[in-house]
């Protein structure tokens, strides 16, 4: 799969063209937009160039912004008009007959300023073409085919998709997928009908098989019932629900201004990435009593995804995934379905990302951004203890909501930033699409005699136990850079010296981590709030102004400290982190996610215990779902949620949306949506 690079004196005169277009454009560029499709061009054009000459083979793995310094970007911002933008660069890496590369590349001067070879364990992104070009070689290997025979099954329903392999202390590691298969006839839901007991290892640099065992035939699930479209669903159906619609007659409340929205009081930049997908950056809002902007959050995104299976059998234990970091999750956002995935007045924005040849990919309409308003309530109160008078104040929550949806195989991630006008960002994540499921032989549990390390869903069928750990990189920077986190314990306190007839009270005990080893929190333990303060700010009362993590449901690894997959995901073991800023701290689980052995994690940069007091710290957040299927995730599961929230705590001097206008009431009672 590897493409062959030729020179040809075109390139050179394309990266003439591509110059002029970039430099024409340059002084519109926020700092932090993501490449353009002619800016992947010019990357792809000068490091073809300068590999000319020979015969290599040469593959894009990551492309994406080499974001500029945090300093240079923060005086840019603060006074874009008179300051120089920092040049644009590009952050690549490449495989390079089968050597790894981080390349950066910078797109004024047209010159790669690096390019270095990676000895360290660990490979890149995988590539939407390798992995196609790996999942069609078992139909052409005759022991596969003659695997499938064996099955009765006609080789023209069987599909393939691929796996990761993990790493599970192998001295040496090559870039290897396992391939497992799946029977179509009669249904679209492959992960539905596996072909359990057959294993295909591909090496991926060889791009052939290298690996082949059938050890066992159990029956492949049925195709009844697993279907999820709609033209195959038959009666009895659910109850019909009226159509609803919200309206906006003025049109959307928001700006779009490049890649930098504005809203009710907020203002922040979205970006794109490869493997983080959404980026959200500079978000600031504004203060009515200050009169101006107020920062936030310098930098925000998922750092990684873990999902490891409970199955430790052969055909089962490799499966540890790590989805931002090896398979992207930028890479696997897909196009959003107006009037299903977002709502009817929503705006859609597309994101690029480079192809294994460079080549800029275009997704459309993958990102949404709305106003949501959910029929909730902002504040409220109704005031009757005043005779002679009701009073009655309500201001119905509206929010504004960006989305992107990640279909990593089977698994459809519904990630959102949601942005309230009272301070909070609140991140929620939706869990839906496939379960992986595991053929057996049995078709009621009573048959089962042993542990099957799942739940039988249907017959053949079993869903196998597996967590979502989702880590967020979340680089506040509360009221300005320099903040500090602070543990504020409730703890219960007895009451003394007979002062009151109470026994008991709780109390707050605050303490400010100093360093990195202060900061680690496994959640569930004990009820305590925490806080990024800015320490040399306080409210005119003299509280220091801060933001407040607001947790998820509290949830931790079950595997054990010394089993590979936790040592690479051993970002997991706690759920806060702080970290001092560190731009090349932004991935939890490594820059190089697949076959990774843990020794470039959060866990082990955080070992280091730096100081993290009044400093530019990164507060790390990971939520999980302990998943353990059950039959309504058959054949596609429901929406399961979590999420959590970023929350203004003594930042503002008093409620930030008190003089929010009551809403006019408006009622149309003959409106009606028409679907484009
Ligand atoms: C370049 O390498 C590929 C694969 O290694 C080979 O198929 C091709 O013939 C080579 N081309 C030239 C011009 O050497
Ligand atoms: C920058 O220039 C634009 C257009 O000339 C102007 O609207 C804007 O107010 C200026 N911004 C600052 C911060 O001076
Ligand atoms: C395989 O395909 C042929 C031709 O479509 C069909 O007649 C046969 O029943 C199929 N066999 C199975 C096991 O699905
Ligand atoms: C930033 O982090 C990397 C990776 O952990 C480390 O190698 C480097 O020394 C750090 N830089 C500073 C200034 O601490
Ligand atoms: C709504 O539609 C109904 C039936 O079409 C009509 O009788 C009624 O006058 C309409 N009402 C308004 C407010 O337009
Ligand atoms: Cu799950």
């Known amino acids: 799969m590897a493409s062959t690079v030729r020179k040809t004196f075109i390139f050179s005169l394309l990266s003439l063209l591509y110059l002029f277009s970039i430099v024409a454009s340059h002084q519109h560029r926020h700092p932090l937009d993501p490449l353009t499709p002619s800016e992947f061009n010019l990357v792809r054009t000068i490091i073809e160039n300068s590999y000319s000459g020979s015969n290599h083979s040469?593959?894009?793995?990551?492309?994406?912004?080499?974001?500029?310094?945090?300093?240079t970007t923060l005086s840019w911002v603060s006074n874009p008009n008179t300051t120089l933008a920092p040049p644009?660069?590009?952050?690549?890496?490449?495989?390079?007959?089968?050597?790894?590369?981080?390349?950066i590349?910078?797109?004024?001067?047209?010159?790669?300023?690096?390019?270095?070879?990676?000895?360290?364990?660990?490979?890149?992104?995988?590539?939407?073409?390798?992995?196609?070009?790996?999942?069609?070689?078992?139909?052409?290997?005759?022991?596969f085919v003659e695997s499938v025979k064996r099955r009765g099954l006609n080789l023209s329903d069987v599909v393939c998709s691929t796996s990761i392999v993990g790493w599970f202390g192998e001295a040496e590691t090559s870039r290897i997928l396992k391939i497992p298969c799946f029977y179509i006839d009669g249904t679209v839901n492959l992960y539905m009908r596996p072909l359990e007991g057959i294993t295909v290892v591909v090496d991926i640099d060889e791009m052939k098989i290298t690996g082949y065992y059938d050890r066992f035939r159990v029956p492949v699930p049925k195709a009844g019932g697993?279907?999820?479209?709609?033209?195959?669903q038959k009666p009895p159906f659910s109850p019909q629900l009226r159509t609803l619609a919200t309206m906006q007659p003025d049109g959307p409340g928001f700006e779009i201004d490049g890649h930098t929205i504005r809203w009710a009081d907020w203002a922040f930049h979205l970006g794109f990435d490869v493997r983080a997908g959404p980026i959200i950056s500079l978000a600031s809002i504004y203060d009515l009593e200050q009169q101006k902007f107020r920062q936030v959050m310098y930098r925000g995104h998922i750092s990684e995804l873990f999902v490891p299976y409970m199955d430790p059998t052969e055909e089962w234990y490799y499966k540890t995934y790590f989805d931002a970091g090896e398979f992207g999750f930028g890479q696997s956002a897909v196009s959003?379905?107006?009037?299903?995935?977002?709502?009817?007045?929503?705006?859609?924005?597309?994101?690029?990302f480079a192809g294994q040849d460079g080549k800029p990919i275009k997704i459309s309409n993958v990102f949404c951004i709305f106003e949501k308003y959910a029929g909730n309530v902002m504040w409220r109160h109704t005031e009757i203890g005043i005779p002679g008078k009701v009073i009655r104040e309500v201001r119905p929550d509206v929010s504004l909501v960006v989305r992107m949806v990640s279909t990593v195989g089977n698994y459809d991630y519904i990630l959102d930033w949601e942005f309230k006008p009272s301070g909070s960002i609140k991140v929620g994540v939706g869990l839906s699409g496939v379960l992986e499921v595991k053929g057996v032989s049995y078709t009621h549990t009573d048959q089962i005699k042993q542990d099957l390390y799942g739940t039988l869903l249907a017959e053949n069928t079993i869903g196998v136990y597996h967590d979502h750990f989702l880590t967020y990189h979340l680089d506040l920077d509360v009221d300005g850079v320099s903040n500090s986190f602070v543990k504020s314990n409730l703890e219960t306190k007895r009451v003394t010296d007979n002062i009151s007839p109470r026994k008991s009270y709780w109390t707050v005990v605050s303490k400010t981590a100093k360093t990195e080893a202060d900061a680690r929190i496994q959640l569930g333990l004990k009820p305590a709030e925490l806080v990024v303060v800015n320490p040399n700010k306080r409210t005119k009362v003299g509280n220091h102004i801060g933001y407040s993590l607001i947790p998820g449901s509290a949830t931790s690894p079950l595997l054990s400290d010394d089993d590979y997959p936790q040592i690479r995901g051993a970002f997991t073991k706690y759920n806060v982190w702080v970290t001092p800023y560190n731009k090349s701290e932004k991935w939890a689980g490594g820059l190089y996610m697949d076959r990774s052995r843990g020794d470039d994690t959060l866990a082990i940069w955080s070992l280091r215990n730096r100081a993290i007091e009044n400093k530019d710290i990164v507060l790390w957040y990971t939520m999980g779902f302990h998943h353990v299927p059950c039959q309504e995730d058959f054949p596609i599961m429901p929406t399961l949620t979590g999420g959590f929230e970023l929350r203004p705590t003594n930042f503002f001097e008093r409620n930030p949306v008190l003089k929010t206008k009551p809403h006019k009431n408006v009622y149309w009672p003959n409106c009606t949506t028409t679907r484009t």
């Open 58 to 71: 040469l593959t894009f793995h990551y492309v994406g912004l080499d974001d500029p310094d945090k300093q």
């Open 88 to 103: 644009r660069r590009a952050f690549v890496i490449t495989r390079l007959d089968k050597d790894t590369h981080e390349i």
């Open 105 to 143: 590349v910078d797109l004024s001067t047209n010159s790669i300023i690096s390019d270095q070879i990676y000895h360290g364990h660990g490979y890149p992104l995988l590539t939407s073409n390798e992995q196609v070009a790996a999942l069609q070689l078992p139909m052409t290997y005759p022991p």
């Open 226 to 232: 697993t279907d999820y479209r709609a033209s195959e």
């Open 336 to 352: 959003l379905e107006p009037f299903a995935d977002c709502p009817a007045h929503a705006v859609f924005m597309d994101g690029y």
